[in-house]
Every structure is written in C-alpha cells, then in structure tokens.
C-alpha cells in the first residue's frame, strides 16, 4: 500500500470531520478534508496500492459530492461525484432501479387475502 494513501487514511481519521457533521466543518477543515477524500479517491482507482471494493468507493464519491455541496461547489462537480457513487454502488451490485425494488417490496395486501 503506498504511503501517501495510508497518510491519507491517518490524516481522515483525526479530522473534525469523524465528530462532527460536514456541514458543521469550518471552510478550512472543508478544505482539507476534500484534497484527503480527492486523494483516497484516486489512490483506490490505483490497485497497485490498494483494493477497494465498490461500497467502498461509493463511500468516498458521495462525501465528496456532499462536501463539494456544502462548499457551494460547481454544479457540474457535484453532480459527477453523486453520479460516481451511484455507479460504484451499481458495480458493486447495489440495484438502485424501479424493476428491482418492485420485485422486493412486501404486498401486504397479497399476504392478508
């Protein structure tokens, strides 16, 4: 695993951010905490560093998008980051579409008749 990428990980568990919520952060600890997430982002797209699974980068994509929200980021820039981590929900086997969840939703009435 390379060493900045294992920094990064350090640097995120002693951030503000693991105890108290983003919008909470100052603009300096928002700061910071994207150039940490952008940089875990792109480590864990490097497999010679580490092996991330799909969840996982779903993780880091929508705290981006949410942190680029909070600092009233580019639009267009908020919207790749929350289309990232649906897509790496989607590869990670997450079916997020209609057909699915009317496959999976409980029909009491049928259970009742």
């Known amino acids: ?30 700061s910071q905490l994207y150039e940490i997430l952008d940089n875990l982002v792109e480590s864990s797209m490097n497999e010679s560093y580490t092996q991330i699974d799909y969840i996982q980068m779903s993780r880091l994509c929508y705290a981006l998008a949410e942190l680029s929200y909070e600092m009233c980021g580019n639009p267009e820039r908020i919207i790749h980051h929350f289309r990232d981590s649906l897509d790496c929900l989607s590869k990670g086997g997450i079916d997020l579409s209609l057909n699915k969840w009317t496959e999976l939703v409980n029909l009491r009435q049928s259970a009742e008749r």
């Open 1 to 30: 695993m390379d060493i900045d990428f294992k920094e990064n990980i350090i640097r995120l568990m002693q951030h503000p951010v693991m105890h108290k919520p983003i919008s909470e952060l100052t603009s300096c600890e928002q």
